[in-house]
Nanobody, 124 residues
Framework: QVQLVESGGGLVQAGGSLRLSCAASGRTISSYAMEWFRRAPGKEREFVCGISWSGVSLGSADSVKGRCTISRDIAKNTVYLQMNDLKPEDTAVYYC?????????????????WGKGTLVTVSS
């Protein structure tokens, strides 16, 4: 199985950018589809964007469309989430998740492994 650790969260001003990292250990990320989710205060955890096991984008949620890019570095066994033009409503705990399904859906139930999350706070 794979272990996932997120990093890169913090406080950022509205309009700014942030890159989150998800370092994997135990198995190579090329064995999994990888997705980012987030949980805002008082809300359900929701899909943000994803990448298939072969490196093809799985798209992004409408709320972040055009502002979110997911990428991976297989040599570093790390997945990245680049978020631009951040808004206060992007404030959330961001989670990295891995799926054994090559092209999973956007549901939490599609994911097999989870990190513990990293907090992103966007100030207005």
């Amino acid at each position: 199985q794979v272990q996932l650790v997120e990093s890169g969260g913090g406080l950022v001003q509205a309009g700014g950018s942030l890159r989150l990292s998800c370092a994997a250990s135990g198995r190579t990320i090329s064995s999994y589809a990888m997705e980012w989710f987030r949980r805002a205060p008082g809300k359900e955890r929701e899909f943000v964007c994803g990448i298939s096991w072969s490196g093809v984008s799985l798209g992004s949620a409408d709320s972040v469309k055009g502002r979110c890019t997911i990428s991976r570095d297989i040599a570093k066994n790390t997945v990245y989430l680049q978020m631009n033009d951040l808004k206060p409503e992007d404030t959330a705990v961001y989670y990295c998740a891995a799926s054994l399904t090559r092209i999973p859906g956007r549901s939490e139930a599609d994911m097999d492994y989870w990190g513990k999350g990293t907090l992103v706070t966007v100030s207005s």
